[in-house]
Nanobody
Framework: QVQLVESGGGLVQAGGSLRLSCAAS????????MGWFRQGPGKEREFVAA????????YYADSVKGRFTVSRDNAKNTVYLQMNSLKPEDTAVYYC???????????????????WGQGTQVTVSS
């Protein structure tokens, strides 16, 4: 089992920045990749960014490329999502997730992730 705890959400004005953290515990050696997803009001959960646990390859949704950066600190078993130039449409509950499997394109799919955090609210005001 892997446990995930997110932190760092909040209210920010458009153009501002936030950094989300996701601390992993338990069987972290089994993690292949860590992902960030978000779910806005009335919307389906969508992929935001992901990073391979070993190797550090990163992946981003087109909507956040150039504004968000995903990183990891393996010594702390923590993944971060630095969000800059935030827009009102970034408002959502943000979830981190851990995947133990890999196949082509898997990092983009919610179904690839076995473990999920509780979510943290990000609200961007205009």
């Amino acid at each position: 089992q892997v446990q995930l705890v997110e932190s760092g959400g909040g209210l920010v004005q458009a153009g501002g920045s936030l950094r989300l953290s996701c601390a992993a515990s338990g069987r972290t050696f089994s993690i292949y990749a860590m992902g960030w997803f978000r779910q806005g009001p009335g919307k389906e959960r969508e992929f935001v960014a992901a990073i391979r646990w070993n190797g550090g390859d990163t992946y981003y949704a087109d909507s956040v490329k150039g504004r968000f950066t995903v990183s990891r600190d393996n010594a702390k078993n923590t993944v971060y999502l630095q969000m800059n130039s935030l827009k009102p449409e970034d408002t959502a509950v943000y979830y981190c997730a851990a995947s133990k499997t890999y196949y082509r394109g898997s990092v983009y799919l919610t179904t690839s992730y076995a473990y999920w955090g509780q979510g943290t609210q990000v609200t961007v005001s205009s």
